[in-house]
């Protein structure tokens, strides 16, 4: 089956505009995270939906970001003001629900890789 | 304190070598889980292993097991048989448990693994 899609693959964005990722998860997963990866590092968290919800957005760095997921399927990340340190790999990742055990393994997109110039 | 701690940036192994690629965690929850996952070039999150604190035996995934030394809080990833394929940055991640409803990722800085021919 179709796995975790994100578009666009780049995006080029000058300092001081708005992006939005799109993600769409694997289907029939109800939980969907964003991770963001800057270079050399590990992933971390962003945010976190449980269907429709945000359930945990303690991840987000500033009142810059914010992210929906109206129907529970599709979400955005949306970026507002950009700065050049917002230049990073965005991942997004879906699991089943609930978890427990190897059912919550997260299964990850390509990313988007943001270049705020 | 770093949650997910991988000691090795980069690592060489011969092909068709067995290599060990290091973790350890810190956590105070006694339910959590942990995972491995590989990230070529290409840049996607590809899931390999899963080990549950409560899991009795040490999980193995074909050419993946993971060494767990639950009193060392150690998660070891064993790959055997390397293959030129094997070549990515690899990360270990762990999930706290039910005290954290979200289930987000940690993940550890990853370690570079190279095989040679």
């Known amino acids: 089956g179709a796995g975790v899609s994100q578009t666009p693959s780049n995006k080029v964005t000058e300092k001081g505009k708005y992006v939005e990722l799109r993600c769409d998860p694997i289907?029939?997963?109800?939980?969907l995270y964003w991770y963001r990866q800057s270079l050399g590092q590990g992933p971390e968290f962003l945010i976190y939906f449980q269907g429709t919800g945000a359930a945990d957005d303690s991840g987000l760095p500033n009142d810059r970001f914010f992210a929906v997921r109206p129907e529970g399927s599709v979400s955005t990340l949306k970026i507002q003001r950009t700065e050049r340190g917002d230049s990073a790999v965005y991942l997004c990742?879906?699991?089943?629900?609930?978890?427990?055990?190897?059912?919550?393994?997260?299964?990850f997109g390509p990313g988007t890789r943001l270049t705020v110039l | 304190a770093q949650k997910i701690t991988q000691t090795q940036p980069g690592m060489f192994v011969q092909e068709k070598e067995a290599v060990t690629l290091d973790c350890t965690y810190d956590?105070?929850?006694?339910?959590?889980?942990l995972f491995w996952y590989k990230q070529p070039s290409s840049g996607e999150m590809i899931f390999l292993i899963y080990?549950?604190?409560?899991?009795?035996q040490n999980a193995t995934e074909g050419r993946y097991s993971l060494n767990f030394q639950k009193a060392r809080k150690s998660a070891n990833l064993v790959i055997s048989a390397s293959q030129l394929g094997d070549s990515a940055m690899y990360f270990c991640a762990m999930r706290e448990g039910w005290a954290d409803s979200s289930y987000k990722l940690i993940f550890g800085s990853g370690t570079r693994l190279l095989v040679r021919p």
């Open positions: 956590t105070s929850d006694p339910s959590y889980g």
């Open positions: 080990q549950g604190s409560y899991d009795q």
């Open positions: 990742a879906s699991s089943p629900y609930p978890p427990g055990g190897s059912t919550d393994t997260q299964y």
């Open positions: 289907s029939g997963h109800t939980a």
